[in-house]
């Protein structure tokens, strides 16, 4: 499956972004999808995971509250809708997916990777 993540930009403390990830090549619903950020000189932190049939969530203690994961399977594209944003939000975002029922704790068990969108959050 290729993954195309879009959506990132220049924001003030406080504000909102969407990122996207658009799907194609496979049967998107087959995949969980996982919202992962990496900030410079930092590891990569998982934000948010979706399973594949939406039901199931996850959220960092980090962005708890402020953002929201969500997938639309007609769409091939799964979204994080991204408020009240903090100067330690800025990162850049890559979206990943891996095959399977489950929600995987872990960046390295996704096996399909976005190119990353970068969200920077200014004071």
């Known amino acids: 499956v290729q993954l195309q993540a879009s959506g990132g930009g220049l924001v003030q403390t406080g504000g909102s972004l969407r990122l996207s990830c658009a799907a194609s090549?496979?049967?998107?619903?087959?995949?969980?999808m996982v919202w992962i950020r990496q900030a410079p000189g930092k590891e990569r932190d998982i934000v948010s995971i979706?399973?594949?049939?939406?039901?199931?969530?996850y959220y960092a203690d980090s962005v708890k509250g402020r953002f929201t994961i969500s997938r639309d399977n007609a769409k091939n594209t799964v979204y994080l809708q991204m408020n009240s944003l903090k100067v330690e939000d800025t990162a850049v975002y890559y979206c990943?997916?891996?095959?399977?029922?489950?929600?995987?704790?872990?960046?390295?068990?996704?096996?399909?990777w976005g190119q990353g969108t970068q969200v920077t959050v200014s004071s």
């Open positions: 090549g496979r049967t998107f619903s087959r995949y969980a």
């Open positions: 979706i399973s594949r049939s939406g039901t199931i969530t």
């Open positions: 990943a997916a891996r095959e399977g029922e489950g929600t995987y704790l872990y960046a390295s068990l996704y096996d399909y």
